[in-house]
């Protein structure tokens, strides 16, 4: 196949990253995709060993050897590529061996998203592994201070003299009230691990019905629920008030960020539920799943805490505990399920994703 730089400039327009490289393995050519891919500009790409790219390149280099000996015209395979300082870039590539001599091998390459996928919600399943060991071995710690606090502040009380009962009195029960806030905190905290998991037959929209007439009821003016469902979704085995509790979260965070838009009247919550078919979850295959959307037209969520937003006590809201999110991703994640958001100015959509039989 002959070619020159020239005929590359077609190249331009695809939306998959092209490389070029020369006999000795050094980058000829990038399209503007490649560019973006590599996040550098052809001006400093070009001339570089494409293997010096990457940590890994020695498995590149195999590769283009094998190219420039013929061995292939063309060859697929995924490759993870191991970038200095950031994330690997997890990637299909075709490899294919040009008759020029200028031009040896391109490479083309395209996002792996199913893999990139994958390794998210490995993350996100290790981060919550990592998050609920630290909350049951803080919640333990901090709940048997408290009692003994609680406990001086009441024997306190009932020691004082009379003389001095109302004056100082404001100070015990300010300690016995803050006692009380930290148990329901902490109380909060174990909730998943304290209640079984109390498994039984899940309408997924008797659980939308449930979560959208308690937000109706206390946001009943300018708030407008739009309910989109597709009633072909079976019913499944789940325990039901945890799904309520995960949508109800997701769904109640979602009208309190709308505050300024229901006072303007035109704050939108949608709640949508499709099928997906041959999903993986969790590494695991699933011939169906249930895909329910939570979407929002409020301002979204800051970008400093978007990838902390299932963590505890994040809250992108005066005065909330940041305990919502993280009890709704334990309870899917006891589903065998997943939840995702994607989030911008106008636009939040919290996706929960649940195996269906």
């Known amino acids: 196949m002959k070619t020159s730089l020239i005929s590359l400039a077609g190249l331009d327009l695809l939306p998959s990253a092209v490389i070029v490289l020369d006999a000795q393995g050094c980058i000829a050519y990038v399209n503007p995709a490649a560019e973006i891919l590599l996040e ?13 790219l990457f940590v890994n390149g ?16 063309d060859k697929r395979q995924d490759l993870t590529l191991q970038r200095s300082g950031r994330e690997p870039l997890c990637v299909d590539s075709i490899i294919t061996a040009l008759d020029s001599a200028e ?9 792996n998203v199913q893999q990139i996928k994958l390794d998210r919600e490995e993350r996100i399943i290790d981060q919550s592994q990592a998050n609920k060991e630290l909350i049951r071995n803080l919640a333990h710690e901090i709940k048997n201070p408290l009692g ?8 306190l009380e009932l020691e004082l003299p009379e003389r001095q009962l109302k004056e100082l009195r404001e100070y015990t029960q300010v300690i016995i009230k803050e006692a009380d806030r930290l148990q329901a905190l902490v109380d909060r905290l174990l909730a998943p691990q304290r209640h079984a998991h109390i498994v039984g037959d899940v309408n997924i929209h008797e659980v939308c019905e449930r979560v959208r007439s308690l937000i109706v009821a206390e946001f009943p003016l300018g708030l407008h629920i739009k309910r989109d469902y597709d009633l072909s979704i079976p019913e499944f085995r789940g325990d039901k008030e945890q799904l309520i509790q995960a949508v109800l979260n997701i769904a109640h965070n979602a009208a309190q960020a709308l505050s300024q838009r229901i006072l303007a009247g035109d704050a939108e919550l949608t709640i949508k539920t499709r099928i997906m078919r041959q999903v993986t979850l969790a590494k695991v295959r ?12 409020g301002p979204g969520i800051p970008p400093e805490i978007q990838d902390r937003i299932f963590f505890p006590l994040v809250s ?8 919502g999110l993280t009890l709704a991703q334990t309870f899917v994640q006891q589903h065998l ?21």
Do not use: K, W
């Open 316 to 323: 992108g809201r005066d005065g909330g505990s940041g305990l």
């Open 103 to 111: 031009m040896s091998v391109l490479i083309e390459l395209r996002e």
């Open 58 to 73: 020695a498995e590149l280099e195999a590769v283009f050897q094998q190219a420039v000996a013929h061995q292939f015209s």
């Open 337 to 357: 399920g997943v939840i995702e958001c994607e989030s911008r100015p106008g636009y939040t959509d919290f996706r929960m994703l649940l195996p269906l039989p």
């Open 40 to 52: 550098s500009a052809s001006r400093t790409l070009i001339g570089q060993a494409l293997t010096s």
């Open 286 to 297: 699933y011939r169906l799943a249930l895909d329910l959307h939570i979407t929002d037209n």
């Open 148 to 155: 003994g606090i609680r406990g001086a502040a009441q024997l």
